[in-house]
């Protein structure tokens, strides 16, 4: 198993561009989740999803979008980047809910908004 | 959500016993508690998770008193590759809710 990966693995934007970052996982979890880390801080939530066609907000939700078509996959998108959006997003699955469960998380993707 | 407060940072020698504690006063009943493991540009990682007592796995072990308002984390004789950043974590079992919270966790140096 591949476990949870993430595209790209560095991107950079300008402000006002949009672009999608990429999550996917082959352990037929239901659950995953999108963070975002800023330097020195803890991981936010940004959203999650419970399965294929659910998503809800997180802690930090504005200026993104996510859908969730399929189990494996979870993109997030972002449509007017930001300054406030640099940060290394991290996205994770779970088998179950996360109380109860780890958390797989993929390498991250490191963005800088310029 | 179930906050927690752990130190910012530690220090420690090759070869010790380093505990990390974390408290997390208003941790609900059926809160499970959960310690991951962050290195340098990598996603945080899974180490320990237990609900009361004692967890024990080959990583590290975790004490979780009576009340349940605090839990520590025992690595045993760390080295060098142990230095990461751990964080605790509470789960939020409200209705509905799947949500972690991610504190800015405890930055561990280990000293040769």
């Known amino acids: 198993n591949a476990g949870v990966t993430q595209t790209p693995k560095f991107r950079i934007l300008k402000i006002g561009q949009s672009m999608t970052l990429q999550c996917a996982q082959d352990?037929?979890?239901?659950?995953m989740y999108w963070y975002r880390q800023d330097p020195g801080m803890g991981l936010k939530l940004i959203y999650y999803?419970?399965?294929?066609?659910?998503?809800d907000k997180g802690e930090v939700p504005n200026g993104y979008n996510v859908s969730r078509s399929t189990t494996e996959d979870f993109p997030l998108r972002l449509e007017l980047a930001a300054p406030s959006q640099t940060s290394v997003y991290f996205c994770?699955?779970?088998?179950?809910?996360?109380?109860?469960?780890?958390?797989?998380f993929g390498p991250g993707t490191r963005l800088l908004v310029l | 959500l179930a906050k927690t407060t752990q130190p910012i940072s530690m220090d420690s020698y090759e070869g010790q016993e380093v505990n990390i504690t974390c408290s997390h006063n208003?941790?609900?009943?059926?809160?499970?508690i959960t310690w991951y493991q962050q290195f340098p540009s990598q996603g945080p990682r899974f180490i320990i998770q237990?609900?009361?007592t004692k967890v024990t796995n080959e990583v590290a072990s975790l004490f979780i008193p009576a009340d349940r308002k605090s839990s520590t984390l025992s690595l045993p004789r760390v080295s060098l590759s142990d230095t990461a950043v751990y964080y605790c974590?509470?789960?939020?079992?409200?209705?509905?809710?799947?949500?972690?919270?991610f504190g800015k966790g405890t930055k561990l140096s280990v000293i040769p």
């Open positions: 994770a699955s779970t088998a179950i809910p996360v109380e109860e469960e780890t958390q797989y």
């Open positions: 352990m037929n979890h239901n659950y």
């Open positions: 999803s419970v399965g294929a066609g659910i998503t």
């Open positions: 208003n941790i609900a009943t059926n809160d499970y």
């Open positions: 237990g609900y009361k």
């Open positions: 974590l509470v789960g939020d079992s409200g209705a509905g809710s799947y949500q972690l919270t």
